[in-house]
C-alpha cells in the first residue's frame, strides 16, 4: 500500500482529513510531542515560523509537556510544520522525517525518557526492546509489537498510530541515535490508513 499521498497540498489535507476522521475522543498525545514539532520549526526557520505554526491551528495554551492532549491538534499542528518545513528539507515526507526525529530525542530526555535511558543505557537493542513501553508513555492509543530478525535487525509491527510512515521512520531512527547506533536503516510502509511495518537495522 501507498505511503501517503504528498504531491500537492491538496494531497495533504486530504491524507490529515482521513485520519482524523478516525481518532476517538478518548484518544491523546502528550505534550512534549507539541513541543519537539515547535522546536524542530524553531532550529530551522525560526520564531517567525513558530509563530505562523501556532497561529494556524489550535495549539494549547500552557502546553504541559507530560499532559495527554486530544490528538487533532498535534496532528494539525504537525501537519502545518512539515508543510511549511517542506521547501527546505525536499519534500513533506522528509520534514515529516525530520520531525519524528526530535520528536523521539525530545520523549527520551523527558521525565519519561529517564526510566528508558535508565534500563537500557547504550545498547540499541534493549531500547528497541522497549519500544513498545515507551509507546504507552507517551501516547494512550494504539499498538507496537517488535519481532527480531537478526542481532541488529527487526521488524516493528503499528496499528492504529494516526502518524504518517515517514514521521515514524524518524521516531525510530531518533530512537537509534539517542543511544549511539551507527549506520542506521529505518524503512517502513503502509498496510493500511492507520498500520504500518518497519524494518530497522544498524552496524556495529
Do not use: C
Not at 497561529?55 to 486530544?70: A, I, M, N, T, V
Not at 543505557?121 to 519481532?147: C, D, H, S, T, W
Not at 525510530?172 to 543511544?179: D, S
Not at 524503512?187 to 492507520?194: A, E, K, V, Y
Amino acid at each position: 500500500m501507498e505511503r501517503g499521498r504528498w504531491d500537492t497540498p491538496e494531497d495533504v489535507e486530504r491524507e490529515l482529513s482521513s485520519r482524523l476522521a478516525l481518532v476517538e475522543p478518548t484518544e491523546g498525545i502528550r505534550g512534549m510531542h507539541f513541543a519537539a514539532v515547535l522546536d524542530t520549526v524553531r532550529f530551522l526557520g525560526g520564531e517567525q515560523a513558530v509563530a505562523r505554526v501556532v497561529e494556524g491551528g489550535d495549539y494549547p495554551k500552557d502546553l504541559d509537556l507530560s499532559e495527554l492532549y486530544p490528538v487533532p491538534p498535534f496532528m494539525r499542528l504537525f501537519f502545518s510544520a512539515a508543510r511549511m518545513l517542506a521547501p527546505q528539507l525536499g519534500g513533506v515526507e522528509e520534514a515529516m522525517r525530520q520531525i519524528g526525529v526530535q520528536g523521539t530525542l525530545a520523549f527520551i530526555n523527558s521525565m519519561f525518557g529517564a526510566e528508558v535511558r535508565q534500563q537500557v543505557g547504550m545498547e540499541p537493542k534493549r531500547l528497541v526492546e522497549m519500544l513498545p513501553e515507551a509507546y504507552r508513555m507517551a501516547i494512550n492509543f494504539g499498538e507496537l509489537q517488535v519481532q527480531w530478525t537478526g542481532p541488529r535487525a527487526g521488524r516493528i509491527v503499528m496499528n492504529r498510530i494516526f502518524t504518517p510512515v515517514a514521521y515514524n521512520e524518524g521516531m525510530l531512527e531518533g530512537a537509534l541515535q539517542a543511544v549511539g547506533a551507527q549506520d542506521i536503516q529505518v524503512r517502513g510502509w503502509q498496510t493500511s490508513l492507520l498500520n504500518s511495518e518497519y524494518m530497522l537495522a544498524w552496524g556495529d
